[in-house]
């Protein structure tokens, strides 16, 4: 079961603000450098990771629980131990009936009741199950494809609303390719993925021993090879899957066409019966992915019905596992978590249940959180560093060399219509409803959940935009940039220690939460964020001479990133990751910039603190928002899946291009971090 497939750029972010004049002698500022945090064995001209980081990653190894452990998992945990208390206290109460709190503390209840679920045990998913044993030809598809849909569940492509490429202000449906058990298509073609295949192979076999499904299909004696042949078939479908790199170029996801030609290119699902199910009424539509869209057509006449089934109950009892019984949740942990990221150990279950009464719960709870625990103080002071930075990117724009007048003054026009959100919607989502039904089993819960949640998605089709809603919960320890919006949000979660120390000089917010505003900002004038105008429209608005010159600027960084072996012999994506290395690229850039702007005001101290420089507090800030330690499995899961670069070379290959850092360390040829100047990436 999966949520609404939502298309928005999300940057990982940190944020929070400063603003703040001379203290009393009783409140003087410190440093902000905790030298626990670092390794001072090691030159900064070497490794500036292993130097800014290294004491904090000594400091916090991996237990088995974690795949990879840094500064925002930390802040993840402790707000999840507050968001805990927050739902226990609720479901320690009798509620009213039909209120939020009643809603949130019997979901939680009863994912918490183990003994209940486990003597359920396969139960909850037999009927589906079956209805899928039912199924006759490919003409029976239509109606199980859509009732999944309405479910969350997306096999083949996903239907979902967002804006209109040609016009923001209208929000249309939306097609994307899904439906891959594994992950990324590379899983499946490459020879370096063979074990990870055979790991698949494996689950899909316990699944369909466990479930019964090797029963009602009448499989016994043939999971294995019932496996294979699921293998075999979602192969095809990676084959013929857009890959990743071109993905990222919006013109061409971009196929807006009437809903008639949709159902030109895909004939083998009744279309007007998909969409009545899902109670919508289409007028146009965008397909992400044609091509693949006029192959899938193809592939799923051509295939092997009993195959074709046996695909949708093992997707079907796959989403459905972790909310089952322990044989279903340890088979998924298995796979997805020991294989494919090696974690370990299972979380604790109040972990797992809590982000599932989040993940459909979120805003309600979000609101009890920033009651309790998010100062309005941090709002205000937020916004006013957010308006520094935007003077920092505008200051930047102007002393451009290689834009036009006529660019940059676009540019301008959509910097200032940024959309700026900070901790929390003004408001609130209305769940009543959504009904939680204590007579049902946990995961019938959890899909009616889903259901009300695309319910809630596809409502928004054939409307105006809604540009006050917010894409993240308020709680949620991360930021973004949304381009058909064209804003820039940061949830409370976020906006606290460590990543904003109020208690110290502002040098090391600057190096740490104002390089993340200024990251958020890039994402507008990155690869794909400049291709949307002040208006969120997809719409090329660069001179030809403009967009020759960012392609070359740009280009420096992916062949930079190319260049780094992660591990032996998996290396970096800069293609993938380039909106993001743009981003962190500009980021330090601009907010580097702000931060000599309050050097001037008297805000920043610009001298000595601890033995530090001003720039060399902001580099060190800045590198340990990345400190983290993680496992090779997930350092090969994250390049291939994730369009953020890992954290060591967030620091160790976005800094070589700051003239800022090589002036403040000295660099020089020979040292380690050293690039020449005419190598270096200078784009915002």
């Excluded at 991996?62 to 507050?82: H, I, P, V, W």
């Excluded at 999971?223 to 699921?230: D, H, L, P, Y």
């Amino acid at each position: 079961m999966k949520k609404t497939l939502i298309l928005i750029m999300i940057g990982t972010a940190v944020l929070v603000s400063s603003c703040r004049g001379k203290k009393p002698a009783e409140e003087q500022l410190v440093s902000g450098i905790n030298p626990e945090y670092l390794d001072t064995t090691i030159l900064p001209s070497d490794d500036f990771y292993q130097y800014a980081c290294g004491g904090w990653m000594a400091n916090n190894p991996l237990t088995d629980e974690y795949a990879r452990f840094g500064t925002f998992d930390k802040l993840r945990e402790d707000n999840r131990e507050q968001i805990k208390m927050l739902i226990e206290e609720i479901a320690a109460k009798e509620n009213t009936k039909g209120s939020i709190e009643q809603k949130i503390g019997d979901l939680y209840n009863m994912g918490m009741d183990s003994v209940a679920i486990e003597q359920q045990g396969a139960e909850p998913i037999v009927a589906a199950l079956k209805t899928v044993n039912e199924l006759k030809g490919v003409k029976d598809l239509t109606g199980y494809l859509s009732g999944a849909a309405s479910s969350g569940s997306y096999l083949f492509f996903g239907l979902f609303g967002n804006a209109n490429p040609d016009d923001s202000e209208q929000c249309i449906a939306w097609v994307w390719q899904t439906g891959l058990g594994i992950g990324d298509r590379d899983y499946y073609l490459e020879d370096t993925f063979k074990p990870q295949r055979e790991a698949y192979v494996n689950y899909l076999t316990t699944l369909i021993k466990i479930s019964g499904y090797n029963n009602i299909a009448r499989l016994e004696g043939k999971e294995e090879e019932t496996a294979r042949k699921i293998l075999a078939f979602e192969t095809q479908l990676a084959k013929a899957f857009m890959d990743k790199n071109t993905l990222r170029n919006p013109f061409v996801t971009k196929n807006v066409m009437t809903f008639e030609e949709f159902k030109k290119i895909l004939t083998v699902i009744n279309l007007d019966e998909y969409i009545e199910t899902l109670g919508l009424k289409l007028d146009k539509v965008n397909v992400g992915q044609v091509e693949y869209i006029k192959n899938l057509n193809g592939i799923l006449q051509k295939a092997d019905f009993n195959t074709l089934k046996n695909y949708l109950a093992t997707r079907a009892i796959s989403e459905a596992a972790p909310y089952l019984s322990k044989a279903f949740v340890d088979a998924n942990f298995d796979f997805y978590s020991k294989t494919m990221s090696g974690i370990k150990e299972q979380r604790p279950r109040w972990k797992r249940i809590s982000s599932v009464v989040e993940t459909y719960l979120g805003q309600p709870v979000g609101q009890m959180y920033v009651k309790k625990y998010f100062p309005e103080e941090s709002k205000k002071r937020m916004m006013h560093l957010v308006d520094n930075l935007k003077i920092a990117l505008k200051e930047r724009i102007e002393q451009n060399t290689w834009m036009q007048d006529s660019t940059k003054q676009k540019s301008y026009e959509k910097l200032d219509a940024f959309i700026v959100k900070i901790g929390y919607p003004d408001k609130w989502r209305d769940y009543s409803g959504l009904t939680i039904d204590k007579s049902k089993s946990y995961y019938q819960n959890v899909e009616e959940a889903s259901k009300f949640e695309v319910a809630y998605e596809n409502s928004k089709i054939g409307k105006p935009v809604d540009k006050t809603e917010w894409g993240m919960n308020p709680q949620t320890v991360n930021a973004y940039y949304n381009p058909t919006t064209n804003e820039i949000c940061f949830p409370a979660g976020i906006l606290q220690p460590p990543f904003f120390n109020a208690k110290a000089d502002d040098a090391v917010n600057y190096g740490a939460i104002g390089v993340v505003i200024g990251h958020e900002m890039s994402h507008g004038f990155d690869d794909q964020g400049r291709n949307y105008d002040k208006k969120g429209n997809l719409v090329n608005w660069w001179s030809e001479e403009d967009d020759k010159n960012f392609q070359e600027r740009t280009q420096i960084l992916v062949d930079w990133f190319n260049g780094i072996e992660v591990i032996k012999g998996t290396f970096a994506n800069g293609k993938f990751t380039l909106g993001e290395n743009i981003a962190d690229n500009g980021g330090v850039n601009i907010s580097f910039t702000a931060m000599q702007k309050a050097i001037k005001e008297g805000l920043v101290n610009g001298y000595k603190m601890d033995g530090y420089t001003t720039a060399e507090r902001f580099f060190i800030a800045y590198a340990q928002v990345w400190a983290g330690n993680i496992r090779d499995e997930e350092i090969i899961r994250l390049t291939k899946e994730d369009v953020h670069s890992l954290g060591r070379w967030r620091v160790n290959a976005t800094l070589p291009h700051i003239n800022a850092f090589a002036e403040t360390y000295r660099l020089k040829e020979g040292d380690k971090m050293y690039l020449a100047p005419d190598k270096r990436a200078l784009i915002w």
